[in-house]
């Protein structure tokens, strides 16, 4: 709901600023036509041929988060806590029974009561694979902690390549820009025999390549950039706050205190609150009894 705010105050300050001042539409909207299919067929012709398909189909979906936000709520990151507090107490007390959660996660009763985590393959491949190495007796916890950080930080920058292909072609429409004012100039240049009149009119004309450029640039396209690469590093933190239960469990510190520490180090604008979660825990405890 905030981007379509930001983009209804975006064309209203520009738009009614300039007609406020006495500025005529007109020119622009007579001109738009042409320098919008320039500027934006070069922009998408450009990012066509430095991306590859999988790229195109990644970025498209990607521009939904500018409206949609962050997957993961607050909810999210507490039932993630229930989950792997259950998973940790079920693999310390019987280490077969937690091997039948890991082994087939589909059918885990235990994680088919959290779908939206289920759903989320990413999740549930980082939490079963980690479990699966505590499993093996591995000995040292920090390599596994430098195991998923490697894993967490390829992910993050696959994930941030729609953000930087758009950053791209923000980067490149002012200079689109120019390029179809001075094919305005040329055409005006051509016809450098009309009146006065009518060469003012073309002149605006190519202008307005100019200030659309730099306009879809720094007003559309860049900030569509920087929303999605916002959105894609906040999800981020809910697959780090799997590594650092995890990697607590692998310290061999108490169940509640490898959940506490995951919660602490969740941002605090979606960290669950202290009370909720010992309610939530206290509810995974009873339904284990």
């Known amino acids: 709901m905030i981007g379509i705010f930001g983009i209804v105050m975006i064309f209203g300050m520009v738009f009614g600023g300039y007609i406020a001042a006495g500025g005529k539409m007109a020119i622009i909207l007579h001109s738009l036509p042409f320098e919008l299919m320039m500027i934006g067929g070069a922009a998408v012709g450009a990012f066509l041929l430095g991306n590859d398909l999988a790229a195109v189909k990644h970025t498209g979906r990607d521009i939904a988060k500018v409206f949609r936000g962050p997957k993961w709520k607050p909810e999210d990151y507490r039932d993630l806590l229930c989950l792997l507090f259950a998973l940790i107490r079920i693999a310390r007390s019987n280490p077969v029974d937690a ?150 469990n692998l310290h061999n510190h108490a169940a509640a205190i490898c959940i506490e520490v995951g919660r602490q180090n969740t941002p605090a604008h979606i960290r669950p609150g202290f009370t909720d979660l010992e309610d939530a825990l206290k509810s995974v405890k009873q339904d284990a009894a």
């Not at 479990?131 to 596994?144: E, G, L, T």
């Not at 307005?208 to 450029?213: D, R």
């Not at 559309?220 to 239960?245: K, M, N």
């Open 99 to 248: 091997e039948s959660h890991i082994e087939d996660p589909d059918g885990s009763a235990l994680f088919g009561k959290y779908p939206r985590i289920l759903g989320d393959r990413e999740a549930v491949d980082l939490i079963c694979d980690t479990m699966r190495s505590a499993s093996m007796n591995y000995d040292d916890p920090h390599q596994v902690e430098e195991v998923l950080e490697k894993r967490m930080e390829t992910n993050l920058n696959h994930a941030l390549h729609s953000s930087h292909a758009l950053q791209t072609v923000a980067d490149g429409l002012p200079a689109l820009g120019i390029v179809a004012a001075v094919l305005g100039v040329i055409k005006t240049m051509g016809s450098i025999d009309q009146p006065p009149e009518i060469l003012g009119k073309m002149i605006g004309g190519a202008l307005v390549g100019t200030f659309l450029g730099v306009f879809l640039a720094y007003g559309l396209v860049g900030p569509f950039a920087a929303r999605v690469r916002s959105v894609i590093e906040e999800d981020g933190h809910f697959y780090q706050l799997i590594r650092e239960v995890l990697v607590a």
